[in-house]
């Protein structure tokens, strides 16, 4: 599953979009789970993606170094907004198989090296950057063995520096091993019509019926030294024999100046009994499955446990005092009131505007747009609509939702605000706001970023082009729909608060300690539901490992609401307790300041398991994603313990009359 990373060009995205709902079709499919199978002897192509590095996080171009070309020049393919987003670009490459053909073929031999491209090779080499190619919508993936355990990998390194040694080695022969699956329809055939490989269903004979299945795609990397004049004789995709790769280092292709370098690649195709719909099966399997698992079930029973604590004493505590109270006589009530203590005293300041109300009404708006967009990803990908197959998918899902549910912010933000105000005006400001804050904040962070994308040529850096797609789907879409949201919000009747707000505020009672420290104290057990999905979500981004149980962080998400729910209703009636009427920013807070132990958490996945990543530039990139996902995390979080308080405080001075 899939980082914040930047990219190239975008292909106008709306046109897309509405093609998509608008073309006709004869079926259904899941995006990335159709199926294509190949004749014998039909040309497979390769593609290849952007060289990616957990060193650097910097990711660049394939053609950045001195490979072999295709021979109809370098094409890219059509990227979608995720993949445009987190990097990627991918390119046809000069790799060709022909299925079920077993061949060792010469690709080419480059130019004597410059200096400038051995200090590249070298310096992707020692960064530890990984070549990413791509068969049939599979990402090639390798194995290793340390101690003693076999560990699989996607990619295969650009070079390798042996330990001891200050010398560098290129990988230039591929040894690639693709597992096939013979199909046998049932009087359907399925005919690519594309090299995404989307398919036709007509009536056929039986005799045409056959066909093979990709569901794996592996390779060994070799590094083989050959004579430069011998081999550059032969012309592209000539045959050769096949070898071994070397162990001794004498026999292996050095990278320095003026060597010419020479790659070759093997393929070889197995028949195998793993059926198309389970090819992903090996690539979701990598390591720690068990540890995960084990480690989401443990923390739910301990959140289960703590919820239920905190549930069963605020609602025993609560009820008790109105219960007492609606027991007594109305003389009795009198005598009561004038003895009152705790939340009783602060009837005529509960409901009395905070401070930076438009900034409050602001941020729960934008919490509510990003929310509801979580949620919905969240289902949608349980379901099973973002598979690993659809590069980019999760990331463009994403956008899209967080663009057309704008509408629900402007509608809450606005409303809270007519409820504060007791009016609609100034609503206008208030819903131009909401459209700025979050994706202003954003954007602001990420053109910082990209400046330092830019400055080190990554293509992670986002053109100037793809810049203004993005700001029109922002201002066309998203902003429209806030307004909109507004004005639905204008139209709805204002909240009523169920008792009057004095001129003049209470004071409020010296306390011992601050009660800022019992807020920010308060967002550990919202961390808690979160801390090892976190782990995971983050290994995802930035070591490059997939994610996939979308089932269980549908639960965590789930629990993480009802958690801060509860934590901030019960922040909220302790601060009520003591006649601290000041509950609006601290309700916001109680569970918003989970966001801070996010970010610290984030600092520490940096220092500890982060530890290889190299160089300001590629910290900086962490950080500023890493300050975008924190300041998302405290608006979604806080605006829910906020609306819950809300109705708890609500509720609770609409229980009991106090003259």
Not at 194 to 223: A, H, L, N, Q, R
Not at 605 to 630: C, E, H, N, R, T
């Amino acid at each position: 599953m899939a980082p914040l990373r930047i990219s190239k060009r975008l292909f106008p995205l709306v046109p897309f979009f509405f093609l998509l709902i608008t073309c006709p079709s004869n079926g259904f499919y899941l995006p990335g789970s159709y199926m294509h199978t190949y004749s014998q002897g039909e040309t497979i192509p390769v593609k290849v993606n952007s060289l990616t590095s957990i060193e650097t996080e910097l990711p660049f171009s394939y053609y950045s170094l001195p490979y072999c070309h295709p021979q109809g020049g370098i094409k890219k393919s059509a990227e979608n907004l995720g993949e445009l987003l987190m990097g990627d670009q991918i390119d046809n490459s000069p790799y060709k198989f022909r299925m079920n053909v077993n061949e060792s073929l010469y690709l080419c031999t480059t130019k004597p090296l410059n200096e400038h491209e051995v200090k590249l090779l070298k310096q992707r080499t020692r960064d530890l950057y990984q070549v990413n190619m791509i068969l049939d919508n599979l990402p090639v993936m390798r194995f290793t063995q340390q101690n003693g355990v076999t560990i699989q990998w996607t990619g295969f390194p650009v070079g390798y520096t042996p330990t001891g040694s200050n010398d560098d080695y290129i990988i230039n022969h591929l040894k690639f091993k693709v597992l096939v699956h013979e199909y046998e329809g049932s009087g359907v055939k399925i005919i690519g019509t594309g090299e995404e490989g989307m398919g036709v269903i007509t009536e056929t004979d039986k005799k045409k019926m056959s066909g093979y299945e990709i569901v794996g795609f592996e390779v060994i990397p070799c590094s083989i030294k050959r004579d430069a004049e011998t081999m550059s004789k032969h012309n592209m995709y000539d045959k050769i024999d096949p070898v071994n790769c070397p162990l001794e280092l004498d026999k292996c292709q050095m990278i320095k100046e003026q060597e010419r370098i020479t790659f070759t690649y093997e393929v070889e195709f197995v028949k195998s009994d793993i059926r198309w719909p389970s090819r992903w099966d090996a690539y979701l399997k990598m390591d720690g499955a068990k540890v995960h698992w084990f480690s989401i079930m443990n923390s739910l029973m301990v959140i289960f446990f703590l919820a239920g604590i905190v549930f069963v004493i605020f609602l025993r505590t609560v009820r008790r005092d109105l219960t007492r109270y609606e027991e007594l006589d109305k003389e009795a009530q009198a005598q009561m009131n004038e003895e009152l203590s705790g939340w009783k005293l602060v009837v005529g300041d509960v409901f009395r505007e905070p401070t930076c109300s438009k900034l409050l009404c602001v941020m729960v708006g934008d919490g509510v747009q990003i929310t509801c967009m979580a949620a919905v990803t969240i289902v949608f990908a349980a379901l099973g609509f973002m598979s690993p197959a659809s590069r980019g998918m999760l990331l463009t899902g994403m956008i899209l939702l967080y663009l057309f549910l704008g509408i629900f912010a402007g509608y809450t933000g606005v409303r809270l605000w007519s409820t504060i105000k007791g009016g609609s005006e100034g609503w206008r400001s208030v819903a131009w706001s909401i459209a700025c804050f979050f994706p202003g904040v954003v954007f602001v962070i990420l053109t910082f970023l990209n400046f330092l994308l830019w400055w080190n040529n990554s293509t992670g850096a986002l053109p100037i082009s793809l810049y203004f797609t993005l700001l029109s789907l922002w201002f066309c879409i998203s902003v429209p729909l806030i307004l909109l949201g507004g004005f639905l919000g204008t139209r709805a009747e204002p909240i009523q608060f169920p008792v009057r707000t004095n001129q003049i505020p209470r004071e409020i009672p010296a306390r011992k300690y601050p009660s800022w420290l019992l807020v920010l104290g308060a967002g550990t057990l919202p961390f808690g539901t979160l801390f090892i999905e976190l782990f995971f979500i983050l290994s995802s981004i930035w070591l490059g490992r997939f994610y996939y149980v979308f089932g269980f962080l549908l639960v965590v998400l789930l629990l993480l609401v009802v958690v801060c729910a509860e934590v901030s209703v019960v922040l909220t009636y302790m601060h009520l307790c003591v006649e601290d009427w000041r509950w609006w920013w601290k309700a916001f807070f109680a569970s918003g300041s989970v966001a801070l132990y996010v970010f610290l958490y984030s600092i520490n996945y940096l220092v500890f398991d982060l530890k290889s990543l190299s160089g300001p530039v590629s910290a900086m990139v962490y950080l500023g994603y890493s300050l975008i996902m924190a300041l998302a995390v405290m608006l979604s979080t806080g605006t829910i313990g906020f609306l819950m308080s809300f109705y708890f405080v609500h509720y609770l001075f609409s229980s009991v009359k106090i003259d």
